[in-house]
C-alpha cells in the first residue's frame, strides 16, 4: 500500500520557519523520487523541491531557492521540508510526492499525500 502523511503545516508570521513532515509506506519511500508541491486557493498546484532519494540530488523551484531545504530520514522513512524566511506568497497546500523519476510537472506524479496547510502571514 502507498501511504504519504504529510504534518508540520501552521501559521507563521513573515519571515518565520517550518518544518514539514512526511512519513512515507514502505512501498511509497521505494521511489526513486520524494517531492513537495503546493497549491495556493484558486492556483494551479506546483513543484517545490524535489530529493533523488539514491544519491541525494535536491531541485528546488526558483520562487524558494535558498530559503527551503528538502531532506531525508531513511530510518524514518521520513522527508523533510525546511521552510525559513517565509512569505505570504509561500501561503498553500503542501503535498508530499513520491514517484519514479523527478519531475515537477503535477499530472506524473502518481503517488500523493493529503496535504498540510501552511500560512504566512504579514
Known amino acids: 500500500q502507498v501511504q504519504l502523511v504529510e504534518s508540520g503545516g501552521g501559521s507563521v508570521q513573515e519571515g518565520g520557519s517550518l518544518k514539514l513532515s512526511c512519513t512515507a509506506s514502505?512501498?511509497?519511500?521505494?521511489?526513486?523520487?520524494m517531492g513537495w508541491f503546493r497549491q495556493a486557493s484558486g492556483k494551479e498546484r506546483e513543484g517545490v523541491a524535489l530529493?533523488?532519494?539514491?544519491?541525494?540530488?535536491?531541485y528546488y523551484s526558483d520562487s524558494v531557492k535558498g530559503r527551503f531545504t528538502i531532506s531525508q530520514d531513511n530510518a524514518k522513512n521520513t522527508v523533510y521540508l525546511q521552510m525559513n524566511s517565509l512569505k505570504p506568497e509561500d501561503t498553500a497546500m503542501y503535498y508530499c510526492?513520491?514517484?519514479?523519476?523527478?519531475?515537477?510537472?503535477?499530472?506524473?506524479?502518481?503517488?500523493w499525500g493529503q496535504g498540510t496547510q501552511v500560512t504566512v502571514s504579514s
Open positions: 510526492s513520491s514517484s519514479g523519476a523527478c519531475t515537477m510537472d503535477p499530472p506524473r506524479i502518481p503517488y
Open positions: 530529493l533523488y532519494r539514491s544519491i541525494g540530488t535536491t
Open positions: 514502505t512501498r511509497a519511500y521505494s521511489a526513486s523520487c
